[in-house]
């Protein structure tokens, strides 16, 4: 039993394209022997042959135009010649040849183009040192005196920009540098602490407290341990008297007293609350600023949403990826008991509380039933502390 064999029929445009001004037209080169039965086959279904190219006894090539190509292809499918293309023929196809090494040129002008250009314009602006100063608020002063993304490296003046800086409230000094197309400024704020009145005498209690230790270095104690003070009243006062109780001179006032100071906070809790939780649900979108304008807008695919965003700059261009991940929310009923509020409060209270004091505070809550769901926590948080 004889097993024919299939013609290959060649894909895609990989053989060289030839320059003509003439009709398209194609050259094929077909294995195979009785040649005259593919030719007389070609001309039964009107296809012209423009010319035969002997090359050996079952070897030959045929050059056919453009359009009867696939035609051509089929009928030496059917009769199991094998067939592929030598050559093309034609304007046609030398311009698409010809489209890989242009779109590589236009690549690399592209790149040097973006490159000069990513090198002429400031594309981010870094602020350092900023601790009590609003960097969002900093900026939009910059934007509004011209400085912001998007200008000309050129036409940044450094004194100019320092002494933009320096008008600013609160800054006292600062330093500019363009790294790249970055522009640094780092700020030194103005010293915002209050110095204590040098005329104050005396020592005033901060709190109402119990005293519980006195270290008197300059002045008179005017209280005892154990004996129960207001807030603002005199603990060390700026005196020294004689064993007759006389006033002998005046002095500044100097020392520590401890005390035993209690706190409340008070808090309205209830049993059932809400919670914003992620519902697992989540769609990150990239967006791209060239030259600090927007290419697609990042928007929340989600009503209910929390977010995430991240910023990437691509190397040697002007171009600023920022990716935004989209979290679904949703409300959440939250079931919570009475000893659960307590302890939260309790929790809270504490870390408002302690600034200065780190251990030995006792925690003591009472509650109060408001309602059906609600309650009034009251948190006394007691410790001791320096009170002047």
């Not at 445009?13 to 007389?40: E, I, M, W």
Request: proline content about 2%; overall charge positive; glycine content about 6%.
């Amino acid at each position: 039993m004889s097993r024919k064999k299939k013609c290959k029929k060649e894909r895609g445009n990989t053989a060289p394209a030839r320059f003509s001004l003439s009709k398209s037209q194609v050259k094929v080169a077909v294995t195979g022997f009785n040649r005259a039965r593919l030719l007389d086959a070609l001309a039964r279904e009107g296809i012209t042959v423009k010319r035969v190219i002997n090359i050996t006894s079952n070897q030959f090539i045929i050059i056919i135009y453009q359009k009867e190509y696939a035609k051509t292809f089929a009928i030496c499918n059917r009769l199991c010649y094998n067939c592929n293309v030598v050559e093309y023929i034609g304007l046609s196809f030398w311009l698409k040849s010809k489209l890989n090494r242009i779109a590589l040129l236009v690549g690399a002008l592209s790149v040097v183009t973006l490159f000069c250009l990513s090198n002429a314009f400031l594309l981010d602006i870094k602020v350092t040192g900023a601790e009590n100063i609003a960097t969002t608020q900093f900026l939009t002063y910059l934007k509004s005196n011209g400085v912001k993304v998007g200008a000309v490296k050129g036409s940044l003046n450094h004194d100019e920009i320092r002494e933009i800086t320096r008008s600013f409230e609160n800054v006292a000094e600062c330093s500019v540098k363009v790294v790249g197309h970055t522009l640094f400024i780092h700020l030194t704020e103005r010293d915002q602490t209050t110095p204590s009145p040098s005329s104050a005498q005396n020592l005033c209690s901060r709190y109402d407290a119990t005293v519980t230790r006195i270290v008197c270095e300059k002045g008179t104690a005017k209280v005892k341990v154990g004996q129960r003070v207001r807030k603002g009243e005199t603990l060390i006062e700026g005196k020294l008297y004689n064993q007759l109780g006389q006033e002998m001179l005046e002095t500044q006032a100097s020392g520590k007293v401890y005390g035993t100071v209690t706190q409340k906070r008070v808090f309205i809790a209830s049993t059932t609350s809400y919670a914003v939780i992620r519902t697992g649900k989540s769609k990150a979108i990239t967006s791209l600023y060239l030259w600090g304008m927007a290419i697609g807008k990042a928007t929340s695919p989600y009503e209910s949403y929390e977010s995430e965003c991240t910023q990437t700059f691509l190397p040697l261009l002007p171009v600023k990826a920022e990716r935004t991940v989209f979290y679904e929310t949703a409300l959440k009923k939250v079931e919570q008991t009475l000893d659960e509020m307590v302890e939260k409060c309790a929790e809270k209270a504490q870390a408002e509380f302690i600034d200065d004091v780190n251990e030995g505070v006792e925690v003591k809550t009472h509650a109060q039933k408001l309602t059906e769901t609600e309650y009034e926590i009251t948190v006394y948080l007691t410790t001791e502390r320096e009170i002047t």
